[in-house]
């Protein structure tokens, strides 16, 4: 069974930057992709970022150049480094696993953790 914890969201001004991280279940990288997916109040879920194995990742088009993805295999950890950061950013933002980057961005994903709240004010 796939157990994903969230930590790192917080409140900052925008611009600001953030780093996420959620420790996964033993090698689940090796088994998934994974990736984060956010939801705001009365929104639909969009995925966010993404990576697989292979080292093949992706982006929503709405954080492309501001994000970062990123994985420690070793440490069962995986990482989305946050930088310039705007108030449309603020979510719940959730750690996932799934097929693809296709799919996480699509969030279409299996399993995910209980989130971590970003808020970003102006």
């Known amino acids: 069974q796939v157990q994903l914890v969230e930590s790192g969201g917080g409140s900052v001004q925008a611009g600001d930057s953030l780093r996420l991280s959620c420790v996964a279940s033993?090698?689940?990288?090796?088994?998934?992709?994974l990736g984060w997916f956010r939801q705001a109040p009365e929104k639909e879920r969009e995925g966010v970022a993404a990576i697989c194995s292979d080292g093949n990742t992706g982006y929503a088009e709405s954080v492309k150049g501001r994000f970062t993805i990123s994985q420690d295999n070793a440490k069962d950890t995986l990482y989305l480094e946050m930088n310039s950061l705007k108030p449309s950013d603020t979510a719940m933002y959730y750690c996932?696993?799934?097929?693809?980057?296709?799919?996480?961005?699509?969030?279409?994903?299996?399993?995910w953790g209980q989130g971590t709240q970003v808020t970003v004010s102006s």
């Open positions: 033993d090698r689940t990288y090796s088994k998934y992709c």
């Open positions: 996932a696993a799934g097929p693809s980057v296709a799919a996480i961005l699509a969030a279409r994903v299996g399993a």
